[in-house]
Each structure stands twice: as C-alpha cells, then as structure tokens.
C-alpha cells in the first residue's frame, strides 16, 4: 500500500508543478489576434466521427457559399484536416495525434465536427485536448427561444476544472479512486472578464456565477470570489451568485427563467447545465458552441458523433443545425458579422418559420443534404 500511495504523492507533486507553471505562462502570455490585420484567414475543417463527416461536409458547403468571393480573393482558406478520426487516435494512443495537432495549429479557426470519446480507459477526448492545446479557455454557448423570452449565453470555463487533470488521477487497486479538480486565478479570471465583457458588449445587465461553493470550497469558493472581483470592474451588471443544483431547476421554471442572461460556470457545471438548455431549445441537435482563446478559436456542434445514426444507416438524415450554429459563430468571431447575421435569419426561417424540411434523424425526415439547399436558397432570396 506504502507503494501506490507514495506514487500518488509524487504524481500529485508533479501535477501541482504543472499547474502552478501552466498559471504562471497564463499571466505571462496574453495576445489577442485582431483577424481583421491578417492577411488571409485559414479555416481548418475536420471531419470527426460518426456522423461528424456527413454534417460538417454540409458546413464546408455552406462557408464555400457564403464566402466564395472571400476564397477567390485569397482572403480566406477553407482547409481539410485529416486524421481526428477515433481510428487514427487509437492507433496513435493520442487524443490528438501529433502531425494533426500541428496541422491545426498552422490553421487560425477550426470548424470541428464531433469525435468520439471512450468512456474509461487514457484515451483523452479530443475535444478537451484540443480545447487545453490551443487554450480555448471560453467556452460559449447561446441558447435562445425568443417565444419563451429565453435568451441565454453560457460562458463555461474550457481549460480547468475536473477536466484538465481528469485523465490523470490515481488508484489504488481495490481500494479507491481519486481525480483532481484544478482552478488556477488567472484562468478563473480571464473566463469573468470574457463573460463580463460580452454583458457590457450586449447591453446585459445580470451576470450569473454559478458554483457549488458551498461544498467545493477551494476550487469553486476562489472561482465565486474572483469573479466578484472582475465584477468590480463592471458597476452596471449585477454579479449574482447561484448554486448549480437550484440553477439546473431555475432553467425549467418558467417563472423565473426568463431572467437570467449570462452565466459563467466552472467546466464540469458549464458542460452539463449546457445540454440542459439546449434541450430547452429543441435539443442538443440545435446548439452550437464556440471555444475561444486569445490566439486560437474552435467551433463546435455540442453534441457527441451519434455512432448509432451511423451503424443503423441513418447517417444521412442527421441534422447539421448545430454545425451551421458553429459556422454562424464563426463568421462573427473572424469578422464576418453581417454574413453571420444572414445565416442566422435563414436558420430562424428554416426551422421556425417556413421549416420545409424537418429533420427527425430518420427516413421519415428529410436529408442533412435536403435541408442545407433550403438554407442556401433561403440566404440567397434575403
Ligand atoms: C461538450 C462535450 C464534451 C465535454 C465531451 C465530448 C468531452 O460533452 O463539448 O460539452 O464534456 O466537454
Ligand atoms: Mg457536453
């Protein structure tokens, strides 16, 4: 027993190390890449698992619509890249294989269909990997159903928390197992800003910090305190504290729902309460999700690559929504505002207004492929 718990001391030692160190370049490293002073903007696509290939081969379709002269001009470069496939990782025994992270790396935006992500085992999921490699620290994630007064943004923190460490915990044989939670104050910080930032942006007047502090009292405690403190910088937003059990309820009591605005979450919180709301939206098929760092920005559906659409043939009737949400994302994140705004409108016309085609996931329903033609005629007739 002296054995494993005297490794899992020095494991713990270098963790703390790690940490410490990943906090210090944190303080240390802060640049913002303006896309507007690029000279050309590459968007790397990659395909995923499942039916990841199928939806955001319909995204790629709809960014060489939407920016065709953008691309003819040189202004933007639309890559593909290979290998984020579960087969490559496995081979590889990498969450994401080396010359793939590189060639991710050489792109500024990533347009990120869903990979597929084992339960157990070492295997990272490459969503986290990708999110801490790039330091894609918010996580931000709009849910909005106008005929309810819903109009809600996530802003759930993407590189700490259970998450960052949760590959790495240790055990003793059968006895126990234990997983470490991490929460750093310049990576608590820099998550408040963002979602305080956007508040003031968007004329918001409440700001959310949803924790269990009464419990995790370190981690969750210092993430409650410092974002009060980022607070202080915004006298007109109200920072209010919630706990996540009573926030999960208040998302599907009407009464009070319709009140909150912006949330800021620690990880583990932000990526439950997230499929939560989407749900209340029309399920986690029509939520996308933007991964934003200072330098890199990855762009998501937020659901997983359904393998079973795939084995049981339904592939091709998956709903790309979520994917086309990301690209909307996307467009505005790397400048292209008004042509977000365009995409938007023809979703809300294509799902709500005139849905011509509903997508049901099955034959009964109408093709990923169907319903990205109607969207692309719905943009060109506005
Ligand atoms: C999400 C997903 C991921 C997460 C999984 C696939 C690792 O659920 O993006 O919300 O837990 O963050
Ligand atoms: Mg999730």
């Known amino acids: 027993m002296d054995k494993y718990v005297n490794e899992a001391v020095e494991q713990f030692k270098a963790l703390l190390e790690e940490q410490i160190a990943r906090e210090r370049k944190m303080e240390a490293e802060k640049c913002v890449v303006d896309f507007e002073k690029l000279p050309k903007i590459i968007i790397g696509i990659c395909g995923g698992d499942g039916i990841g290939p199928i939806i955001s081969a319909e995204s790629e379709r709809l960014l060489q619509f939407l920016l065709k002269d953008e691309i003819a001009a040189g202004k933007i470069e639309l890559r593909t890249i290979e290998g984020l496939t579960i087969e490559n990782r496995i081979a590889k025994n990498r969450a994401i294989p080396d010359d793939v992270l590189a060639e991710i790396k050489k792109c500024n935006v990533i347009l990120k269909a869903p990979t597929t992500t084992l339960k157990g085992g070492t295997l990272e999921s490459a969503n986290v990997a990708m999110r801490r490699e790039l330091d894609l620290y918010a996580n931000v994630r709009p849910v909005c159903v106008p005929d309810k007064n819903i109009d809600w943004t996530f802003f759930r923190e993407n590189t700490e928390g259970e998450y960052v ?218």
Not at 278 to 303: L, P, R
Request: proline share 3%.
């Open 165 to 382: 460490l949760g590959s790495r915990g240790v055990e003793i044989p059968d006895t126990l197992a234990f997983d470490f939670k991490v929460t750093t104050n310049e990576g608590t910080r820099r998550i408040a800003r963002a979602a305080f930032e956007y508040a003031r942006k968007n004329g918001k007047t409440n700001v959310a910090i949803v924790t269990k502090a009464n419990i995790m009292k370190k981690t969750d405690g210092r993430f409650s305190e410092l974002c009060h403190e980022v607070a202080a910088d915004y006298p007109e937003i109200t920072a209010e504290d919630w706990y996540i059990d009573i926030m999960t309820a208040n998302l599907v009591n009407e009464r009070v729902r319709d009140r909150f605005q912006v949330f800021v979450l620690p990880n583990l919180y932000g990526d439950i309460i997230t499929d939560e709301a989407a749900q209340i939206q029309g399920g986690v098929g029509t939520a996308g999700s933007a991964n934003i760092g200072d330098k890199y920005a990855m762009f998501e559906a937020i659901h997983g690559s359904a393998p079973r659409m795939i084995e049981e043939g339904r592939g091709k009737y998956a709903n790309p929504t979520s994917m086309f949400k990301a690209t909307e994302m996307m467009l505005s994140h790397i400048g292209y505002k008004d042509k977000a705004d365009k995409l938007n409108r023809a979703l809300v016309i294509c799902t709500e207004e005139k849905p011509k085609y509903i997508i049901t996931g099955r034959s009964d329903g109408a093709t990923c492929t169907e319903f990205g033609d109607y969207l692309m005629q719905t943009i060109s007739e506005l």
